[in-house]
């Protein structure tokens, strides 16, 4: 499995971007996320989709902010990401697990394979 994330970029405080993530050798069975980890600090859980997308999860500080999707033809995920704040500033990483359970989606440890990120910057 490898994941490439891209749709990163510099954008004022208010702006919108949206990030994509493509698997190669992902399946259906996969649950896909986001994290992020700014400078000097932990990742972070951002969102993810738990395998065939029956159930979807935000990180509360998140909710109504950012949107996940993915389509399943093109093997790609994304994160809509609305209203951004300069402490949205981070980079942003694809994930993908197949033996991942759902109790564990926010557990950056818990994923099996990672993108390489791709950076967000909001400027106030």
């Known amino acids: 499995v490898q994941l490439q994330a891209s749709g990163g970029g510099l954008v004022q405080a208010g702006g919108s971007l949206r990030l994509s993530c493509v698997c190669s050798?992902?399946?259906?069975?996969?649950?896909m996320g986001w994290f992020r980890q700014a400078p000097g600090k932990e990742r972070e859980f951002v969102a993810a989709?738990?395998?065939?997308?029956?159930?979807?999860t935000y990180a509360d500080s998140l909710k109504g902010r950012f949107t996940i999707s993915r389509d399943r033809t093109k093997n790609s995920l994304y994160l809509q990401m609305n209203t951004l704040k300069p402490e949205d500033t981070a980079v942003y990483y694809c994930?993908?697990?197949?033996?991942?359970?759902?109790?564990?989606?926010?557990?950056?440890?818990?994923?099996?394979?990672w993108g390489q990120g791709t950076q967000v910057t909001v400027s106030s």
């Open positions: 994930a993908a697990a197949s033996r991942i359970i759902l109790s564990q989606l926010r557990v950056p440890s818990s994923w099996e394979h």
């Open positions: 050798g992902c399946t259906s069975g996969n649950s």
């Open positions: 989709m738990f395998r065939n997308g029956g159930t979807t």
